[in-house]
Antibody, heavy 119, light 114 residues
């Protein structure tokens, strides 16, 4: 059974940093690209970042480029999102999502971890 | 960027009736070399993460009831719920995966019971 368990969210001041983690199980983690998708309170879905299975290719939304870094540790079956220079508009529920393979649609989502940026 | 526009924003349908949601992309998501439309549909119930319903515009994910169907090609797509059930109350999103970055979602369509 596929499981994705996000952690690391919390309350942070503007300009601060957080690192999100997503522990994966139930599938061959290294074989699949992974992504982070966020959802601001009461809003729709916004793609944040993706990383290929071997970590060699990374992609970012313009809204986070230069501030967020996606990475993965395939030996630990874990996906990360390092978030720096956080802004109020980064406040959202952050979902870890598994892609179908080499095509970037999401066949499984975690429950999400909430990031709140506020002073 | 490919902009995804969904309509309507919300709709109320009687139980057992048909619900139709539209999704339009700002450019074609049909890849000519494999004749596939890079378009997915998701269902998000309150307090839950999204769930994949449809990919390649019309392929139903395993376990998804056959009352859900996807159609369309190029820039215009439709998600149809043939006979609305109470458990189908949710927000539905389309997503293009033809171009990355960025991956883009539609704004969502909220389906309620009339």
């Amino acid at each position: 059974e596929v499981q994705l368990l996000e952690s690391g969210g919390g309350l942070v001041q503007p300009g601060g940093s957080l690192r999100l983690s997503c522990a994966a199980s139930g599938f061959t983690f290294s074989a699949y690209a992974m992504s982070w998708v966020r959802q601001a309170p009461g809003k729709g879905l916004e793609w944040v970042s993706s990383i290929s299975g071997n970590g060699g290719n990374t992609y970012y939304a313009d809204s986070v480029k230069g501030r967020f870094t996606i990475s993965r540790d395939n030996s630990k079956n874990t996906l990360y999102l390092q978030m720096n220079s956080l802004r109020a508009e980064d406040t959202a529920l952050y979902y870890c999502a598994k892609t179908s393979g080499k095509d970037y649609y999401f066949d499984f989502w975690g429950q999400g971890t909430l990031v709140t940026v506020s002073s | 960027d490919i902009v995804m526009t969904q309509s309507p924003d919300s709709l109320a349908v009687s139980l057992g009736e048909r619900a139709t949601i539209n999704c339009k992309s700002s450019q074609s998501v049909l890849y000519s070399s494999n004749n596939k439309n890079y378009l997915a549909w998701y269902q998000q119930k309150p307090g839950q993460p999204p769930k994949l319903l449809i990919y390649w515009a019309s392929t139903r994910e395993s376990g998804v009831p056959d009352r859900f169907s996807g159609s369309g090609s190029g820039t215009d797509f439709t998600l149809t719920i043939s006979s609305l059930q109470a458990e189908d109350v949710a927000v539905y999103y389309c997503q293009q995966y033809y171009i990355i970055p960025p991956l883009t979602f539609g704004g969502g369509t909220k389906v309620e019971i009339k």
